[in-house]
Nanobody
């Protein structure tokens, strides 16, 4: 059984950097032949695809977030991570990590990805 678990701060101040980690268990980790994504859902809005890292380490980002987003992996910890620079209150959302068997650069429903973390609430506020 594959499990993904997000971890990170629940509260971040404006202009700071948000850092989240996703720990993968029950699988070969972020080097297995899958695509590992970060997706968020702002309050009252739909799912927003942020970016993905492939099993080769290649990364793909949403054009609207590309200048502020970095996704990496730590194979020693079976983790992949998200770094979001210069956050604003508009970055307040539930942040999810998820796995897909193929490269997807949009998300319209949770069924687009086969495994999800439970989600981490992140609030940006001073």
């Amino acid at each position: 059984q594959v499990q993904l678990q997000e971890s990170g701060p629940g509260l971040v101040k404006p202009s700071q950097t948000l850092f989240l980690a996703c720990t993968v268990s029950g699988a070969s980790g972020p080097t297995a032949f899958y695509y590992w994504a970060w997706i968020r859902q702002p309050p009252g809005k739909g799912l927003e695809w942020m970016g993905v890292i492939s099993y080769t380490g290649s990364t793909y980002y949403s054009p609207s977030l590309k200048s502020r987003t970095s996704i990496a992996r730590d194979t020693s910890k079976n983790q992949f991570t998200l770094q979001l620079l210069s956050v604003t209150p508009e970055d307040t959302a539930v942040y999810y990590c998820a796995r897909a068997g193929s490269l997807r650069t949009v998300v319209t429903a949770k069924s687009d990805y086969d495994y999800w973390g439970q989600g981490a609430q992140v609030t940006v506020s001073s």
